[in-house]
């Protein structure tokens, strides 16, 4: 069994910033959200932290303005 997520590094104007692609249900990688963190240990447990909140958004039925309020 594999992770619910995926993370990788993005290089950004203010550093390296990791990001994360959740999985849907069918094991497909969803659209990359950034984290906010700059240390994989920290962007990992944000993404956690969003499973467990339960408010990881789904591609299914979603408008940009309702994802970009994720």
């Known amino acids: ?37 700059t240390s994989k240990a920290a962007a990992e447990t944000w993404a956690f932290e969003q499973l467990k909140k339960g408010i990881v958004p789904s591609q299914k039925d979603i408008s940009f303005g309702k994802y970009t309020e994720y």
Do not use: A, C, P, W
Request: a positive charge; glycine letters at 10%.
């Open 1 to 37: 069994m594999h992770k619910k997520f995926h993370l990788y590094k993005r290089k950004t104007k203010k550093g390296i910033v990791y990001y994360v692609k959740f999985y849907d249900e069918y094991g497909n990688r969803m659209i990359g959200k950034s984290t906010g963190q």
